[in-house]
């Protein structure tokens, strides 16, 4: 049953790009001699390494997507550890969600460096002159020497001591006395009895 993998391998730096090419010929030939079937492969190009291998920071990346049995890739593999040229390789089987990504990756180119647009370029127009119609007449009135005039000095007035005011004691005021009147004793008129009863 044949199963979907994906293999990147790195190439030595020192390689010409003749040489580069040769040997990515050599493994697609390997892989259709054994009835793979190679859907895509992409060639990225020089690129720094994370960390150093063999005493090189960069290498040649490739990329190979087929269909092939599993004892295929066990084979081809073995030509990666024979080939000197050869400084890493990684080779993984692509489940269904992998592979969908993968076509996604083909077809909208995912991951993929995107073409940069050209640099437009603008005309710089020259600057427009101003020209004036009329000349300035020229200044015939003598400028007149600033003269400096003295800074007057602020003139101090001397602060007056205050007055002390003598404060005046207060004046005693004798109480005058309630004067007492006398009461008045009420009048009573006599009434005469005879009178009384007449009435």
Not at 14 to 36: C, H, I, R, W
Not at 86 to 104: G, N
Not at 186 to 199: G, M, Q, R
Request: aromatic fraction near 10%; proline fraction near 9%.
């Amino acid at each position: 049953m044949l199963k979907q993998y994906e293999t990147v391998f790195i190439m030595t730096p020192v390689l010409s790009e003749d040489q580069m090419k040769e040997t990515v010929k050599k493994f697609e030939k390997f892989l259709v001699e054994k009835g793979a079937e190679i859907i895509h492969q992409e060639n990225w190009g020089l690129k720094r390494l994370e960390y150093q291998i063999q005493k090189k920071s960069t290498g040649f990346y490739h990329l190979f997507e087929f269909k092939a049995e599993p004892q295929v890739v066990a084979e081809f593999e073995l030509q990666y550890r024979r080939d000197e040229k050869i400084m890493r390789f990684l080779t993984v089987s692509l489940d269904k969600d992998a592979i969908a990504y993968a076509e996604k990756r083909r077809t909208h180119g995912f991951g993929q460096k995107k073409e940069t647009k050209p640099e437009v370029t603008f005309e710089v127009k020259p600057e427009i002159k101003f020209e004036p119609k009329f000349e300035p007449k020229p200044i015939t009135k003598p400028i007149e020497e600033s003269v400096e005039t003295p800074i007057e000095k602020p003139v101090e007035t001397p602060i007056e001591e205050p007055v002390e005011i003598p404060m005046e004691e207060p004046v005693e005021t004798p109480m005058e006395e309630p004067v007492e009147t006398p009461m008045e004793e009420p009048i009573v008129e006599s009434v005469n009895d005879n009178e009384t009863k007449e009435d």
